[in-house]
């Protein structure tokens, strides 16, 4: 029961470090590199790839080559959305599930 509380409490860290991340990234650039968004985020390649065009599609955001144009206008919107992703960081072994 003790080991089911230290490792929620660490997901819950890292999750936390995550969007913090994730977040200041957003906030301070007009684009970002997809390749470090998805090692910020720490998602597997194949999630990451279907998940990306579907926030750029949610979110208002472009595409062009390696680089993701952020939406300022959105991206709050976004960031909050992460919340709600916690299959992400809690499921590794359960994500093709949600491809």
């Known amino acids: 029961m003790k080991k089911k509380r230290i490792k929620s409490l660490k997901e819950k860290k890292k999750k936390k470090q ?12 007009t684009r970002v590199n997809l390749d470090r ?4 985020l ?3 390649k ?3 790839n279907n998940k990306i065009f579907e926030w750029a599609e ?7 080559g390696d680089y993701l144009i952020v939406n300022q ?3 709050s919107k976004f960031l909050a959305s ?3 992703l916690s299959f992400i ?6 994500e093709k599930n949600y491809l």
């Open 89 to 94: 960081w809690e499921n590794k072994d359960d």
């Open 82 to 84: 992460l919340n709600d």
């Open 46 to 48: 194949t999630l990451f």
């Open 73 to 75: 206008d959105t991206v």
């Open 58 to 64: 949610e979110f208002e955001f472009k595409i062009d």
């Open 42 to 44: 720490n998602m597997d």
């Open 37 to 40: 968004m998805q090692d910020v």
């Open 18 to 29: 995550i969007i913090e991340k994730i977040t200041r990234i957003m906030k301070v650039s």
